[in-house]
């Protein structure tokens, strides 16, 4: 059964990778989360995104590839200076690598880590999340309330949401009447222009005159 998310609201076109990210380390998430949640208030917890940390090898995925081992390659390999074409190169001794150990760390999670930051939200839902707590209790205890400053009052022009709708058609309106205001007296005007010219080709018609133009 498919399933389709809208995230036409997300903010950024990562939120389906961190998803899928934090899908994959959701239970050492969960025990990272615990470990504060005892260390620390969780008021203080909740009021900042928390970074954790997670080992690279929880992080691995399999993959499939040819055997190296049966198989001829052609590479470029930019910055070589030692080898020619056709030469061919010995296989290390002992079949290990070549590489300088490196001592490990107390704990055995190793020196290389990914850290995670996750929001307030994220924080409380992987405090709560197997908890024998109502749903109402957990949606009720996983609300944040944040202040966000909004711009008060009304613009005159620009975004609609902004705008008064009710004072900006009768400011239009009003606008509109008073530009007209010019062409209607240039209209009374040419009208009376009219109506003189017209009284007198009917002068001249009666004299007998000539009304040609």
């Keep these: 059964m498919s399933t389709i998310i809208d995230r036409r609201s997300s903010g950024t076109r990562s939120t389906a990778n961190q998803d899928r990210?934090?899908?994959?380390?959701?239970?050492?998430?969960?025990?990272?989360?615990?470990?504060m949640a005892r260390s620390g208030s969780i008021e203080d917890l909740a009021n900042a995104d928390q970074p954790?940390?997670?080992?690279?090898?929880?992080?691995?995925e399999p993959s499939f590839r040819r055997d190296l081992s049966d198989a001829s390659w052609e590479r470029v390999l930019p910055g070589n200076k030692e080898y020619q074409r056709g030469d061919e190169i010995s296989k290390p001794e002992g079949g290990g690598g070549s590489g300088k150990s490196r001592e490990g760390s107390p704990d055995g999670l190793g020196d290389?880590?990914?850290?995670?930051?996750?929001?307030?939200?994220?924080?409380l839902d992987l405090l709560f999340d197997g908890l024998a707590l109502p749903n109402l209790r957990k949606t009720a205890q996983g609300d944040i309330q944040a202040d966000q400053w909004r711009r008060a009052g009304f613009i005159k022009d620009g975004s609609p949401s902004r705008m008064h709708v009710g004072r900006t058609m009768r400011a239009a309106?009003?606008?509109?009447?008073?530009?007209?205001?010019?062409?209607?007296?240039?209209?009374?005007?040419?009208?009376?222009?009219?109506?003189?010219?017209?009284?007198?080709?009917?002068?001249?018609?009666?004299?007998?005159?000539?009304?040609?133009?």
């Design 52 to 60: 954790i940390s997670i080992p690279t090898r929880d992080l691995h």
């Design 21 to 35: 990210l934090q899908r994959r380390v959701r239970a050492r998430l969960k025990v990272a989360v615990e470990k």
């Design 112 to 123: 290389d880590e990914v850290a995670i930051v996750l929001s307030a939200d994220e924080f």
């Design 173 to 213: 309106r009003a606008r509109r009447l008073a530009l007209r205001a010019g062409k209607r007296r240039e209209l009374q005007g040419l009208l009376g222009a009219r109506g003189t010219l017209q009284e007198e080709i009917q002068d001249r018609v009666a004299r007998g005159q000539d009304v040609s133009v």
